[in-house]
């Protein structure tokens, strides 16, 4: 069965980096793009980027072009999002999810808090 | 990026009622609307995609109709497992965007 198991919360300090990984399996990866999607507390539901896991081509959202990197790694059939310059804006809970028409699997989420 | 709007904010049912969301696009989307389920403290589950495909494994009391502009979800029969919050999102143009939920309540 098909499931994405991501990597666990993570506290971090305003102006530093955070790496959330999403481990795929029980598909061809590389068949499916890979989005990751944000929920901070009382905001919508947010798009930050995907990226084609056959390829590795990316596309960001505008607003967090140049704060975001989306990777993946084939042989791990793992993608990741990395976020940087982290502020207590960016206090949310990160997802990644199996694109196909809309969005049919999605990881746990990953808790990022931003704090001092 | 295309602005999504969805009514009511929240709405009180009672198991066995029939429930309808609307979902706004601030344009044309044709039908590249998806709706979503979501409980507490787990990630959104996939209802509906094309505006009205039943994803498998859903159960058939959910639907969705609509195209261009305006769309609804409709749950013929509310059950217990269905008091969640519900998105539409649109898959059109990016960025994909989401409404901003409706939460049913129990009445």
């Known amino acids: 069965q098909v499931q994405l198991v991501q990597s666990g919360a993570e506290v971090k300090e305003p102006g530093a980096s955070v790496k959330v990984s999403c481990k795929a399996s029980?598909?061809?990866?590389?068949?499916?793009?890979m989005y990751w999607v944000r929920q901070a507390p009382r905001q919508r539901l947010e798009c930050m980027g995907w990226?084609?896991?056959?390829?590795?081509?990316?596309r960001y959202s505008q607003k967090f072009q140049g704060r975001v990197t989306i990777t993946s790694d084939t042989s791990a059939t793992t993608a990741y999002m990395e976020l940087s310059s982290l502020t207590s804006e960016d206090t949310a809970v990160y997802y990644c999810?199996?694109?196909?028409?809309?969005?049919?699997?999605w990881g746990q989420g990953t808790l990022v808090t931003v704090s001092s | 990026d295309i602005q999504m709007t969805q009514s009511p904010s929240t709405l009180s049912a009672s198991v066995g009622d029939r429930v309808t969301i609307t979902c706004r696009a601030s344009?044309?989307?044709?039908?590249?609307l998806a709706w979503y389920q979501q409980k507490p403290g787990q990630a959104p589950k996939l209802l509906i995609y094309?505006?009205?495909s039943l994803q498998s494994g859903v159960p058939s009391r959910f639907s969705g109709s609509g195209s261009g502009t305006e769309f609804t979800l409709t749950i013929s029969s509310l059950q217990p497992d269905d008091f969640a919050t519900y998105y539409c999102?649109?898959?059109?143009?990016?960025?994909?965007?989401f409404g901003q939920g409706t939460k049913v309540e129990i009445k």
């Open positions: 999810a199996r694109y196909t028409s809309g969005f049919d699997y």
């Open positions: 990226i084609n896991a056959g390829n590795g081509n990316t």
């Open positions: 999102q649109q898959y059109s143009s990016y960025p994909w965007t």
């Open positions: 029980g598909y061809t990866f590389t068949n499916y793009d």
């Open positions: 094309k505006a009205s």
């Open positions: 344009q044309s989307i044709s039908s590249w």
